[in-house]
């Protein structure tokens, strides 16, 4: 089974892809990760059309199951929110396309299931990242690591799930 994570954006959109042979294993790998980065000087509509393109070529290439992504929560900064959420719907709208089964997360969620606490730092859910998948070097970009933690929270989540 393949996963897809996805940490949204307009300008850096993360993503990942993590496989596992059963949803319920505790073993797990990552396949891929990385960041559709967008030209900040190009229109909107140009800049959400890219990361489609960019992402549709990514299910394509890698044939993911399951999409986990990162609900929006809380924004400080309403000109950044309404971008996240127009790239969260294109992601969306592929995932439906593509018959992913999808899965959403809070940050606060991906930081208490990865770290047992909530409120945790990103370098907190860098190094559970690294302990989970066994990695040497830090992934790069941090957008790229917050997909990954978001991939792995839904397999803990699915652990739990068979677990009961």
Same mark, same amino acid.
């Given at each position: 089974m393949r996963i897809l994570g996805i940490d949204p954006g307009t300008a850096r959109l993360?993503?990942?892809i993590l496989e596992t042979a059963r949803p319920e294993s505790k073993q797990y790998e990552l396949v891929e990760c990385g960041i559709i980065q967008t030209d900040k000087n190009k229109?909107?509509?140009?800049?959400?059309?890219?990361?489609?393109i960019d992402l549709k070529n990514l299910?394509?290439?890698?044939?993911?199951?399951?999409l986990a992504i990162e609900q929006l929560f809380f924004f400080k900064n309403l000109k950044t929110v309404i971008p996240v959420a127009e790239a969260r719907g294109v992601v969306l709208e592929l995932a439906y396309e593509h018959n992913l089964k999808i899965f959403e997360?809070?940050? !606060?969620?991906? &930081?208490q299931i990865l770290t047992g606490h909530g409120r945790a730092e990103k370098s907190a859910?860098?190094?559970?990242?690294? !302990?989970?998948? &066994?990695?040497?070097?830090?992934?790069?970009?941090?957008?790229?690591?917050?997909a990954v933690a978001i991939a792995i929270c839904f397999l803990r989540q699915s652990l739990l799930e068979f677990d009961r």
């Open positions: 993360g993503y990942s229109a909107n509509a140009e800049r959400l059309h890219e990361i489609r299910i394509n290439n890698f044939q993911p199951e399951i997360y809070t940050p !606060l969620q991906v &930081k859910v860098e190094h559970a990242v690294m !302990l989970d998948l &066994k990695l040497t070097e830090k992934i790069r970009p941090d957008d790229a690591v917050d």
